[in-house]
């Protein structure tokens, strides 16, 4: 093994060596959470500039195992972008709740490492891999604050639901060896037009695509969402739902690459993601309406989130994977921004984060009301916010697929989500209430909610310039 | 080799090799057994200044015959509360797991059960199984004590597995292999070609070897001390704590039958440090038959070696056992896992370091 | 008949067996004592296809340690009274039942139809070289390099969990 692969694969490799430093220093050092938290910052800024420098290096890696350079490494930068705006506000919300302990960044490493090896992988069995280090770390993350019985409820619930989805795709992972011979993804592509006369092939891949609609959070596959998102420390939440959908879309991508050849008959497996995404879509769109929680409606609207961007996947082009992708990483920084907004309003776990709670927010917090309130119109996706330029290229992709009914469902299930979104900026504009209620705002929580507004608002303006870094590195 | 032998000569592959596996236990075991009891008896007395078994037969001889004869006799009580079908099995759910490791362990260069290629690991495997059937035996006599003595039994046996497996694997990456016979088939000629001596290896590397070797012999027969319940770690049966600990609702021949596992399972250890570290059938001096000439004297000798050295072990663990208090069950953990473990994992790194060279 | 089919239906019959008991069982201990006895089966089928190793590892890890924890939690927590926990019957489980014999159903019409000339696989004599601890680390440590660390890092979260999870008290 020359230098040059491990060069490749610095970003996993300095992600690794963080996780392991981190270890050492809790374990040998007193006083370590400050010194874990500027380390696990700095080793996070350290790979956001190495992927980004390094994008258009493409190689592959341990026998054909590692993928590095071009999509990889923008997955990589969208992975630890989510998880360096995550910890730095993650830091004072554990303070408040007294519970921050350097075993907080460990886990968060490693799921990062997990996710970052998801997005990476050509071969199957390391994708398994990487979607049980990241899971194992979410089981125990959402139970973090072992103290509050919600979530130990919501881990619990999360970690049995899990190991059973995980179940499926091992099952699905080892039909396609049986058919294919290989757990290679670059080779069973080549191979997947024969491979898919094979109905144990067939079988595999459904079993597969079970796998992973759990992780992403798609419909009849949602259930553990609302209560995990709900159980789980805010912070926990926002990485979940953004960073771990993100690498779960990106090993589905992956997987999936193939069908964007025109060769390719993916007519069956389109038809199943497409059920998925109408099922996510409306079922998810419908029941937010219902739920006076934020963190719930949240989980809800982001299996709707999940139902747009199968639409993607299920169109089987180019502009659909990219879109998706596309869509991913406006939706990382929306749905973070609107996380920590609702960790800020808690002032103990798990309280104050109902509609009410947000009522004349925008008198008492005008700026905190006007983030929010851009976050929500750009989750629902208007325009010109990022939100709709991801829904939009979706759209397009499913339309130029002879798709057509999916972006009709899909923007029926637009408008009803609006409802849902809308109301919140009701009710902080348009309802008063007399009592007064503190934000517990720090700094960090301030420097993290205004980059991610940014980030919406670019994303919104020159959404070609994102999408074409995207296009270009697909290959 | 033994096995293809007794097939050809009953013209039945399948019962040939029957007959070849029931043979450590007919010709070893059951023997070896009584007179391992007979022993321990006389290595205590000795220890504590007494005369030990000297009524039945010369020196006390017969004694264990006699015992046996009375617990056969002996009337077979299932407690009325008992877990039956749990109960009964279990002695035999023991005793298959130490037989079961005979399967592996060469006697001579003739005669091994199944010359299968992962030997060690093997025979670690199925002794491991033996815990069910203490777990089994714990648990059906639904008695706190037999429980309490299952408990601690199967946190000890799987804790130690850990430094006994690293002190094995550390061991194995010098050999190269993990067959017992192929292994015992390397120390050939004297005994410094032993692999506690540093094994067949030439220069300078050999001499390297014997320290990190003999610690791997150390610490895998303190952990195999303890996977076979033997003092110092025999808390799962202390009788001034838990009367018998998991045997506590036994009778007749089934307490028998605990007390032949343990006995074999005494000997399974033995012999598998007899082959790893102690040149397994080899002669340490050559072989009689060599130099007289007979051919067929040779296997019979190997025979001998065989089992005089894994004895010699056995009697050591005896020695051991009259000679140490107990540990308590916290300690157990502490050596395990504070002590052994690290310790086994330096000298698997050592090791790994001098067979770079 | 070859010995090598009358070894596969008896450990069929055997790991079925076992299986479909450890469902049915009311007691959780005897539940899982037949769980063990299911991965002897399992152990077997290993061996019938030569991969010792794995057979072997099989017996070590699930047979010797896990279920051995497994028993050692179940005896503890003393789960005696399996019959309080029993749902009754409902149109849930109605409808749950309904789709898993639909499922059941269908896996079967799926493997002994559809897929039948998928399964006629033979055993290349190339797989007792395949199944052996030389062939397999060899692999393991040059192809699958990568998903062998990423296991080791898997192990390493498992112990961190069961810290941040159980560890009396943070300081």
Sequence with gaps: MEQQTFLNILPILIVSTTTIATIFVEAFYKRSDNLIYWLSIVSLILTLIYSILTINVQNLNFSNTLHSGGITNLFYFVLSLTSLLVIISARDYLLRAKYHHGEFYILIFSSLLGMMLMASSRDLILTFLGLELMSLSFYVLAGYNRKVLFNNEASLKYFLLGAFASGFLLYGIALIYGSAQTTNILLIVNEFNNLLLKPLFVLGLVLLLIGFSFKVASVPFHMWVPDVYEGSPTVVSALMSTAGKTAAFAALIISFYGSTTSQVNFEIVAKIISYLAIASMLIGSITAIAQTNLKRMLAYSSIAHAGYMLIGIASANKLGMSGVIFYLIVYSFMNVASFILISLMENDFEKRISLNDFIGLANTHPWYAAIMALMMFALSGLPPFGGFFGKYYVFLAAIKADLTYLAVIGVISSVISAYFYLRVVVYMYFRTNEERKDIFHTSADNFVLVLCTLFVLQLGITPNLVLDLITRFLP | ?357 | MTLEQITFIILALIGLTSALMLIIQKNPVYSVLLLILHFFALAGFYLLLNAQFIAVLQILVYAGAIMVLFVFVIMLLNLSNEEALKDPFNLRKIIASIFGVVLILQFGVFFFIKAKDDLNVTISPNSIEAGSIKKISEVLFSTYLIPFEVTSFILLVGIIAAIVLAKRKFE
């Design chain 2, 1 to 357: 080799m033994i096995p293809d032998y007794l097939a050809e000569f009953f013209g039945n592959k399948f019962i040939g090799y029957l007959i070849a596996a029931a043979l450590p236990l007919f010709l070893w075991i059951l023997p070896y057994a009584l007179y391992a009891v007979y022993a321990e008896r006389k290595v205590s007395a000795f220890m504590q200044d007494r005369i030990g078994p000297n009524r039945v037969g010369p020196k006390g001889l017969f004694q264990t015959i006699a015992d046996i004869l009375k617990l056969i006799q002996k009337e077979d009580i299932v407690p009325a509360s008992a877990d039956k079908p749990l109960f009964v099995m279990a002695p035999y759910v023991i005793f298959a797991g130490t037989f079961a490791a005979f399967a592996a362990l060469p006697f001579s260069s003739i005669y091994i059960g199944s010359n299968i290629n992962l030997g060690v690991f093997y025979i670690m495997a199925v002794s491991s199984f033996s815990v069910v059937g203490i777990l089994m035996a714990g648990w059906a006599g639904n008695n706190k004590y037999s429980l309490y003595g299952a408990m601690r039994s199967v946190a000890q046996i799987v804790s130690y597995e850990v430094p006994a497996l690293l002190a094995i694997v550390s061991a194995v990456m010098v050999i190269g292999s993990l067959n017992l016979n192929e292994i015992s088939e390397m120390q050939t000629a004297y005994f410094w070609n032993w692999w506690i001596f540093g094994g067949p290896v030439v220069g300078i590397k050999k001499f390297l070897l014997i320290i990190p070797m003999t610690i791997a012999f150390i610490i895998f027969f303190i952990a195999s001390l303890a996977e076979v319940n033997r003092t110092p770690f025999d808390i799962p049966e202390a009788e001034s704590e838990l009367v018998a600990g998991f045997h506590t609702e036994y009778t007749g021949m089934k307490f028998a039958m605990f007390f032949l596992a343990e006995y074999g399972n005494m000997f399974v250890v033995s012999a598998i440090s007899v082959s790893i570290f102690f040149g397994g059938w080899q002669s340490p001096f050559g072989y009689l038959g060599n130099s007289l000439g007979i051919s067929w004297l040779i296997p019979v000798e190997q025979v001998f070696w065989f089992l005089f050295k894994g004895s010699l072990l056995v009697l050591v663990q005896m020695w051991l056992r009259w000679t140490l208090p107990r540990l308590r069950v916290d300690q157990l953990m502490t050596v395990c896992w504070k002590y052994l473990t690290p310790y086994a994992f330096i000298n698997l790194v050592l090791i790994g370091i001098i067979t770079l060279f």
